[in-house]
């Protein structure tokens, strides 16, 4: 039987790449995407959108039902630099979202959280993403994924010139991170949509974090 997949974030680098995937993906019958505004030239035999504010994702509860859900959303500190603001985007969309998930009887939540995620670090962005990462977990979802990339690689729409220089001048010196340091490489968007979708499909493990070197294992292996 085909499925359908839920998918919030799917304007942003990585939620994008899962979305293409998700539509060129056979398993798959309907993919629901929630955002605040429609993304054009999308097929309608295969993909629904849902628009509203996302801040408030309860109003979305009827049609909040699905076989998985990816939540790639995030920001930035450039975009959001209202601390208040930022957490409810970064902690309240996911853990909103997964509370459906648990009310709907959805029990597959895959979400994008970040490394360095810690509820008890002194870094605001660290200690967001680790207090989204416990408070999701603690629903229990049958099948929980929470993916912990390092910097992520790939083509942007806007123009975040620092983040460019930085990302450059990470590749140099790529080739020196082995061993432990594996996991400090820049992993690519399509590599973290390839390995989400392959975990979804395999749910060798119930709850499980995945680290950034694992999300570059699973999404390149053929």
Do not use: W
Request: hydrophobic content about 40%.
């Amino acid at each position: 039987m085909k499925k359908t997949a839920i998918l919030l974030g799917a304007s942003g680098l990585t939620g994008s790449h899962v979305l293409q995937k998700l539509i060129a993906d056979e398993r798959y019958e309907t993919i629901k995407l929630f955002s605040r505004s429609r993304i054009e030239s999308l097929p309608q035999n295969k993909v629904q959108q849902f628009t509203g504010n996302l801040l408030e994702l309860e109003q979305f509860k009827t049609d909040f039902i699905a076989d998985e859900i990816y939540c790639c959303i995030g920001t930035t500190k450039s975009k959001t630099p209202d601390k208040v603001m930022y957490k409810r985007i970064d902690y309240g969309i996911p853990v909103a979202a997964s509370k459906l998930a648990k009310a709907n009887g959805i029990n597959t939540f895959l979400v994008v959280s970040a490394m360095g995620a810690n509820k008890k670090s002194s870094v605001f962005y660290n200690k967001t993403k680790g207090e989204m990462e416990q408070d999701v977990l603690a629903l229990k979802i049958a099948n929980t994924y929470i993916f912990r990339p390092s910097l992520i690689g790939g083509n942007r729409e806007e123009k975040r010139t620092l983040e460019k220089i930085g990302l450059a001048l990470f590749k140099i010196i790529q080739p020196l991170f082995i061993g432990a340091l594996k996991k400090y490489k820049i992993v690519d968007a399509a590599i973290i949509a390839e390995a989400m979708i392959k975990t979804a499909n395999t749910k060798k493990h119930t709850e499980a974090i995945i680290t950034s070197d694992q999300i570059n294992t699973i999404g390149n292996n053929n």
